[in-house]
């Protein structure tokens, strides 16, 4: 991919997290091969499962719209309890999860024609707790295989911001698997496998709450220094450290991959094809312990008037393409800054009320055509009077374009600016409905308009 464009605009990793990737032509997935990994995942864990015999106590493992807003208990599934069987799996450390998520999208409005594009994906998840297994507590093995494929709106619109976090590339894979260890109750821990960069760093805390990219997954272009991202995930070791009660520190090496969706198809190979990327990010988290905070919160972890605020860096040593010449530059790096904050309670020690969250990032201008990014959002917990879960979100997303990547003779870049509103409802315990709307000036750094509305379904097997 550092081939120069039919187009006037020398190529750059920078334009945004995934918007080249829409450009790549993958093989179509079946259903026959999401079985045979399902199956593979499955045979594993069942084998685990025999010597298992403590609860869980992995914690939220998924990533952005896959992650769960409720806990799911004994009627949060649509297959039930499996005769038992999940508890009993549950009862020895063994936790499994099958789910259905869809993003059901519109463009109501803009100069393209009007499309409708829906993107579907199914994920498999294990999580187990391998304490007793090996004789040593706190050792922890998690792994997640998926099908994914449909319309994406973003790539017809022409925007920065995808309106939908989970479109991408359509694929048929194991996702990430690794193994964890904690010591010293939980301030230390360790992890190598297989996962994403984005799915832990740079990641939005309430991506539940929203449903385009850069607050429904994690900021829009940290894919500028090939930070990797899921599905596609690569080879990869964590190391996190919690000093004090609120505070800890983290950082992740992982492997390069400038095509992630063109190799280990099937995310069974490891694969090694770049230079090692490094990732840190430190965090003060106020109102709870930095060891039991996760990536993304949940309707328990929101409890009372906690917060989260995180500044991280990622850089890449390898070779990178300048827009004005044929020369290419040694390193690339990105900056990020990220605050959640609950401002408001009915109950102190209550969900109910209202957070906020701000974010914005920063890379070379010289190096990245998509070189910053701003998002900032309110979310109001429960506003609804009934008997359900629910959420209001308003999110809003700021795309800024270097001009130095501008063509001789083209008008300058415009800022890309993206609106929306999402109502999250519970209706029952293993089904989750989110409509949004979604409102878009300046698509694609020009002057063109754009609405979409649409809804995300979300279903628990």
Known sequence: MTKTLKTSIRWCPAETNHVFLRRVTVRTPTVLEFAKIVVLVWAGFCLFSVHADAQTALGETLSGPDSHETGQGSHGHLFGTWGGERSRLLDRGVQFDFQYISDSLWNIKSEQKERFASWNRFRGTVDID???????????????????????????????????????????????????????????????????????????????????????????????????????????FELRIVPIHDFYLKSMVEAEDREPFAHNLTGLVPQFRGVPVSVSEIGFSPGKKASSVRAFDNVETRKGYSGLYQFGASYNPGKFPLPT?????????????????????????????????????????????????????????????????????????????????????????KTEHGVEFNTLLDPLPMLLIQPVIQYYANVGGRAQRAVVFGFRTKVEF
């Not at 799915?199 to 994690?218: C, L, N, V, W």
């Not at 990032?361 to 009077?385: I, Q, Y």
């Open 325 to 413: 010449s044929t020369n290419q530059r040694s390193g690339n790096y990105l900056l990020y800054w990220m605050a959640s904050q609950a401002l408001w309670r009915v109950d102190p020690k209550g969900a109910k009320g209202v957070d906020a969250t701000f974010a914005y990032d920063w890379s070379p201008p010289d190096v990245n055509r998509n070189n910053t990014l701003l998002t900032a959002g309110v979310r109001f917990n429960e506003p609804l009077p009934v008997h359900i879960h629910n959420t209001m979100s308003l999110g809003y997303v700021r795309n800024s374009l270097s001009h130095k990547f501008i063509p001789p003779g083209v008008p300058p870049f």
């Open 130 to 236: 391998l304490g007793t297994l090996v004789g040593e507590q706190g050792l922890y093995f998690h792994a997640t295989a998926l099908w994914q494929g449909g319309g994406n709106l973003g790539t017809y619109l022409g925007l920065l911001t995808s309106p939908s976090g989970m479109s991408s590339g359509n694929t048929c894979r194991l996702d990430s698997w690794w193994i964890e260890k904690r010591w010293l109750d939980e301030r230390v821990t360790a992890r190598v496998g297989q996962f994403a960069g984005q799915d832990f760093y740079g990641a939005q805390h309430y991506a539940a709450s929203f449903i385009f990219e850069p607050m429904g997954y994690a900021l829009g272009n940290l894919f500028t220094d090939f930070e990797s991202f899921d599905p596609p995930s690569t080879s990869a």
